[in-house]
């Protein structure tokens, strides 16, 4: 739920507020802003104390955000996008003839009625992505499952903004489709780490060791993925 804290100085700050089973207010900066994660019987004046006194981490953090923000994407011929970790270049095409988009060497040739359209051609680029981060994911899921010895599960696609992956404990999976532009190496650390929750539904000790099992550097893929997340935002 949206929610607006007022610092002392009038200054007010949005931030979504997630009720969770959890006996701590935990803090995250996202591409949106502040997101809280609260306990469900937290007392809203006792939330609002505990988020003044962070108050200073939480100015810092959206400053930084701020300055880290990159320009959301043109969708125009010759604006270079990310796939599987490498940069391509978004090729728009007019003709009235129906075709299908194509990645050819380092150019997404997409064709398009009307270049000038540029919804049209983001509708066009996004659905590409999505197909190919579907199927992308499905083999890696499938992969994972073998190594962890369980059936593959389902796979779903996520449109978060804040979470790249989730496995709920009717082992669902969902992937958010904008992986699809980071390196192999992390695209597969992400779905290591929701399928070894099909072990142990929690991020405790026997959890990290399931990990390591499936995905041994998931420390440094972690944190390049935090590193990559504004660049992966822009779509």
Known sequence: MQQTLTLANGQQIPYQLELRPRRTV???????????????????????????????WIINKLALREANTLAPVQWQDGEHLLFLGQDIVLQVIETKAKKNIQL??????????????????????????????????????????????????????????????????????????????APPQIIHYVVCHELAHLKEMNHSARFYAVLAQLFPHYN????????????????
Do not use: M
Not at 30 to 45: M, S
Not at 226 to 232: C, E, I, M, R
């Open 26 to 56: 935990g803090l995250k900066i996202t591409q949106q802003g502040l997101v809280v994660h609260a306990p469900k019987r937290i007392v809203l004046h006792q939330l609002n104390q505990i988020l003044q006194e962070k108050s200073t």
């Open 104 to 181: 050819s060497g380092t150019e997404l040739i997409t064709h398009v009625k009307d270049a000038n359209n540029h919804l049209l051609v983001g509708k066009k680029v996004v659905q590409w992505y999505q197909q190919q981060a579907y199927e992308d994911f499905v083999r890696r899921v499938e992969i994972c499952a073998t190594k962890l010895g369980v059936k593959p599960p389902p796979v779903k696609l996520s449109n978060a903004q804040s979470r790249w992956g989730s496995c709920n404990s009717l082992g669902q999976v969902r992937l958010n489709w904008r992986l699809i532009q």
């Open 220 to 235: 440094e893929a972690e944190k390049l993925l935090k590193q990559l997340s504004p660049q992966l935002h822009r779509l």
